[in-house]
């Protein structure tokens, strides 16, 4: 069945620093790729997303490529900063189902100043 | 920018009480789901609605759980009879394009005693 792995965390990073979350993804088709993003006490925001393959995504300073060749997905930032600090979510859907999306199971970040 | 709504924000109830989540989804969105996120644990699918009707359901959406669209805006999740595993954080979602993904509301904390 479809799944989603990312690294295992806590993730800390001083401030500036840069950052990668890996994520590899099993699926069959051709899902789309999502990275969601949830604040300490918030609910899950939609961070960035690539629908097919060599697509890249990004949004406030990250990025991430859909790369169908390795099924990955990565987050990176170049140089992260406190108010980055959350739980980062990799998740896909698989094309056939109308957005029932499985999640990986987050990645803490920490950003010291 | 419009936002999925939820209410309430934290609901404490006894094992075996019925329950009712509430969301305002999206105005114009017409996909509509629930997920839950069990504190330190993934984020789970359980339901996805479309057209008035279930489009899709996971193994953890059995009997004890219901949707409804009452109305134009409000989407509910209903637990019959809840059980001390169904504590955890229930999330709506809500979507237009799917496969560009959806868009969440913070959250019910529901915690059952």
């Known amino acids: 069945g479809n799944s989603v792995t990312q690294m295992e965390g806590p993730v800390t990073l001083s401030e500036e620093a840069f950052l990668t979350i890996n994520c590899t993804y099993t699926?069959?088709?051709?899902?789309?790729l999502f990275w969601y993003v949830q604040y300490p006490g918030e609910g899950l925001q939609l961070l960035l997303k690539?629908?097919?393959?060599?697509d890249k995504g990004s949004n406030k300073g990250f990025e991430a490529t859909y790369r169908k060749e390795t099924t990955s997905f990565h987050l990176e930032k170049g140089s992260v900063q406190v108010s980055d600090s959350a739980v980062y979510f990799c998740a896909l859907s698989d094309g056939r189902s109308q957005g029932n999306l499985i999640f990986g199971k987050g990645t803490k970040l920490s950003v010291k100043p | 920018e419009p936002e999925v709504t939820q209410t309430p924000s934290h609901q404490v109830t006894q094992m075996g009480q019925e329950v009712i989540l509430r969301c305002v989804p999206i105005?114009?969105?017409?996909?509509f789901y629930w997920y839950r996120q069990i504190l330190g644990q993934k984020v789970e699918f359980l339901v996805s609605?479309?057209?008035?009707?279930?489009?899709?359901k996971s193994e953890i959406f059995d009997d004890q759980f219901s949707v409804e669209r009452p109305d134009g805006s409000n989407f509910t999740l209903k637990i019959r009879s809840t059980k001390l595993e169904d504590s955890a954080m229930y999330f709506c979602?809500?979507?237009?394009?799917?496969?560009?993904?959806?868009?969440f509301g913070p959250g019910t904390r529901l915690t059952v005693l």
């Open positions: 105005s114009n969105h017409l996909y």
């Open positions: 699926a069959t088709g051709y899902p789309s």
């Open positions: 609605f479309y057209n008035n009707e279930i489009s899709e």
């Open positions: 979602a809500s979507s237009d394009r799917p496969i560009a993904g959806v868009l």
């Open positions: 690539a629908t097919k393959a060599d």
